[in-house]
């Protein structure tokens, strides 16, 4: 049984940084693709960053420079360093766990994550 639970959430000023965090049970991250997402009110579901089994990174136009994925195997944990953060940036982060590679150019794509984390809100203002 996978579990993903996501923490790190809370409210800032714009400009600030949070740092959120995926601890994953279940399942060897090391061998997955794991992503972070997020959804605001009335919005879909948009992906923010993924990394591969091999290190590589994908990230969405609107955090490139701002935002950090990272991976640390021996904890099974995924983080997302967010800097420089924007009230565009309000909205619930959902971690994500793909049972095989990214998919490339569609990492993004939320229909290719086979399990989430229950979300951690973050709020900018």
């Known amino acids: 049984h996978v579990q993903l639970v996501e923490s790190g959430g809370g409210s800032v000023q714009a400009g600030g940084s949070l740092r959120l965090s995926c601890s994953a049970s279940g399942y060897t991250t090391s061998t997955a693709c794991m992503g972070w997402f997020r959804q605001a009110p009335g919005k879909v579901r948009e992906g923010v960053a993924s990394?591969?089994?091999?290190?590589?990174?994908y990230a969405a136009e609107s955090v490139k420079g701002r935002f950090t994925i990272s991976h640390d195997s021996a904890k099974n944990t995924l983080y997302l360093q967010m800097d420089s953060l924007k009230s565009e940036d309000t909205a619930m982060y959902y971690c994500?766990?793909?049972?095989?590679?990214?998919?490339?150019?569609?990492?993004?794509?939320?229909?290719?994550?086979?399990?989430w984390g229950q979300g951690t809100q973050v709020t900018v203002s």
């Open positions: 994500a766990l793909r049972r095989r590679r990214c998919a490339g150019s569609h990492w993004y794509l939320s229909a290719g994550y086979n399990h």
């Open positions: 990394i591969d089994v091999d290190g590589r990174e």
